[in-house]
């Protein structure tokens, strides 16, 4: 066999391969290839309309609810030491994540807020990613209680337990990568790893713990963190809802105060402002290379 039919089968058999490895690696699949595209409407994977429909329930029992049970956890995963709460309302139970950290922390600046700050701002842009979250006294103490997400396990589960995602499930997932990184540099996230990604029983994701975002720092403000040039190689926003990228031009520093009230400061906002210029910029980097209709759907 000559060297030409063997690179060429090599291709073949490469190709297809592609959109696999974004899922299972983080990695980006070249432009144009990998999984067949579902039926037209289909999107990123995230809260569905009945959970959205339901958040501002949710939010209530949040705050009102009674704590019936509380546990700290402790250990190297849990710097910040959270509360797993037990709310009851009614006939109504379900957990609650409530924290305080606020300050330097393990070598990052952490506050709860944030935690609040993330929900509205998701809710405002319609991604729907980040549980419903308020700001609810605990031990006499400030401090934000998230809606607990049932029956998931992290990325990092998955990952250490070599379980492998459903072929039909693979494009959805890379939908959603992207759409977290388009998040994830909104908001300079800086500590996305894998035990913060949450994967529903049918592959949706759910991002938790933004405590440690909403950077203002000129590391977080003359570049984005996940880019063609990222180093861990490329992590591009290869394919975008179109009504969330306009959400995101639409935003302004009143829209964000308006979203997140006193949450964030005047230099947060800012900051958040300064990366929508930066995330724009490379958005229409990619239109140029790939067309309108390869990153907008």
Known sequence: MT???????????????????????????????????PPSGISAPQFLPDDLAQREKWEDFLGTAEVVGSKQLTG??????????????????????????????????EGWNYEIAAYLLDKHLGLGLVPPTVERRFQENRGSCQYWV?????????????????LAKVFNWNRATYLQRLWDNLIANEDRHMNQILITPDWRMILIDHSRSFRTSARFTKGLLYTANSPQGPKLMSELPRAVVDKVKALDFAAIRSAVGDTLSDDEINA????????????????KATGENKVFY
Not at 80 to 99: F, N
Request: charge should be positive; charged fraction near 25%; proline fraction near 5%.
């Open 150 to 166: 049932d029956d998931c396990m992290s990325l990092r589960d998955r990952e250490q337990k070599k379980i492998k995602m459903p």
């Open 272 to 287: 958040v402002l300064i990366r929508r210029e930066l995330i724009l910029k490379e958005i229409d980097r990619l239109i």
């Open 76 to 109: 190297s995963e849990a710097v910040t030491s959270p509360w797993v709460l037990t709310l009851k309302k009614g006939d109504v139970t379900h957990r609650a994540l409530w924290k305080n950290a606020q300050g330097r922390m393990g070598g990052f600046w």
């Open 3 to 37: 060297k030409k039919y063997v690179l060429s089968a090599m291709v073949v058999i490469i190709v297809p391969l592609a959109g696999l490895l974004l899922a299972g690696l983080g990695q980006d699949a070249p432009a144009g290839h990998g999984p067949a595209d």
